[in-house]
């Protein structure tokens, strides 16, 4: 089975940095994956989670959500089969779950990031 498995959300105050990392394993074909970060904010369901960002097999393109361009950075490491979401200007409306997830097939158990104002 594939793994994915989110870890760096925390309580931070808001225009603090945060970085999440994502490991996948299980198989050898991270290389092959596009990954993305999904959120799910308060008040939402699971099913309701928004995309964040994304970042194609070969890293040479991404996408970012509106709300977050120009502050998150989305990016990859094949050597260690990882995907990053660096997280810089947070504001409070940032706060949620932020869930990995490769070819939106597998996904991790999410990690919580609180931004106080």
């Known amino acids: 089975q594939v793994q994915v498995e989110e870890s760096g959300g925390g309580l931070v105050q808001a225009g603090d940095s945060v970085m999440l990392s994502c490991v996948v394993s299980?198989?050898?074909?991270?290389?092959?994956?596009?990954m993305g970060w999904f959120r799910q904010v308060p008040g939402k369901e699971r099913e309701e989670r928004e995309c964040?960002?994304?970042?194609?097999?070969?890293?040479?393109?991404?996408y970012y959500t509106d709300s977050v361009k120009g502050r998150f950075t989305i990016s990859r490491d094949y050597a260690k089969n990882t995907v990053y979401l660096q997280m810089d200007g947070l504001k409070p409306e940032d706060t949620g779950v932020y869930y990995c997830?490769?070819?939106?097939?597998?996904w991790g158990q999410g990690t919580q990031v609180t931004v106080s104002s």
């Open positions: 997830t490769a070819e939106t097939t597998y």
């Open positions: 299980g198989r050898r074909t991270f290389d092959k994956y596009a």
């Open positions: 964040v960002a994304t970042i194609n097999y070969s890293g040479d393109t991404t």
